[in-house]
């Protein structure tokens, strides 16, 4: 369940993520809020078009098909690859399904398909869709035999991948519409490139990487999920580190953050009066941030640094954003989730970058859990 990403967010996630994104005119305020809700949203749903090859789905799922006005989605991705965003808010894309899929999703406790939907568009005891799912319409003829370009499918990969990493959820997130209304049968196509078990196994290997990550690269391997150490019945747990002082953040310009309280252990144990705290260790941990000074069209972002202790290039963990305030002036609180490793010749530092205007950090503490490698 999550607060769906503003417009500027989805747009960043996605390009991010690698992918062209197309702003169609107009694309922000096309909704159909006025007919309910939208959010909270639990995944993203994946489409087919059911046009020829001659004509740009663009227009239609912006403006909407007979009697069922648009938008019909929230983005195309077009058979070059390219996602056009025609939408944002409640869109007429998913209708009624099952709500035992929907509580599979929310989950995302079942296997390689949700359990088999036997709710369909009018049935008794079915859910409606619409507010709760982001929405893909791809382009295809939808008859099975159309073939679907490779940089079209890695584009619906990448665009599934990109809202799963910013909303917080793993690939059992994306459904097709197939897999949601006993009616439907997208998205279909040959030899199974479009299966959505096969789909998710991509989306889940994308998210293991950073967002700019290229299939058929060597990427750093990912880092492991912290687990505790056989024979240990409790993992020693990380000192608080605080800094309470104002600290101006200049757009642009990287931050090291430098610790100036270690309450819980005893001098230097962990990184009182430095920016590092730890070393040699699998860790999970919790980082609270208090700041002022960007509005709603400005962010920061936030990663884990891995300095060696030797001197030499830092190795950059994967990067948060997080957004600010429509007005620039109230404070904004926010906890972020670390996961990861540092090695026993490197040490563990925090980096905060703002991206919009000059920014204040006000606070910021970090707690959590080590295991030693």
Known sequence: M???????????????????????????????????????????????????????????????????????????????????????????????????VLQAVIKENYGS?????????????????????????????GDGVDPWPAVQVEAMVRASAALCRAQGWTEKSTIGHLEWSDWKSDPKGPDNVVSMPSLRTRIATRLTHPANWTPGTTPKPPAPKPTTPAGDTMPPRLTWLTRAEDLTLIPGSPLTLYWTS?????????????????????????????FSGLDGNEYLSVRTLNLPAAGGTPVPGGSVEVDGRGDGTSLVKRTLTLTGRVTADSRLAIEVTTQGATATLEYARVQGLSWAL
């Open 262 to 290: 270690e309450p819980s252990d005893g001098p230097g144990q962990h990184g009182d009066g430095g920016s590092t705290f730890l070393q040699g260790a699998l860790y999970t941990i919790e980082l609270d941030l208090e």
């Open 113 to 141: 398909r949700p359990p088999a939907t036997r709710h369909h568009q009018g049935s008794k005891g079915a859910v409606d869709g619409n507010p709760h799912f982001w929405g893909f319409e791809c382009e295809n003829e």
């Open 2 to 100: 999550a607060t769906p990403l503003t417009a500027d967010q989805l747009v960043r996630a996605l390009r991010a993520e690698g992918l062209t994104v197309i702003e169609v005119p107009g694309w922000r305020q096309n909704n159909r809020n006025h007919k309910g809700d939208w959010g909270p949203l639990h995944g993203v749903m994946l489409h087919h078009t059911v046009t020829p090859k001659t004509m740009s789905a663009v227009s239609m799922c912006f403006n909407g098909s007979g009697d069922l006005p648009g938008p019909l989605c929230h983005g195309v991705i077009r058979r070059d690859g390219t996602v056009h965003l025609v939408g944002y808010g409640r869109a007429n894309h998913a209708g009624s399904g099952d709500p035992a």
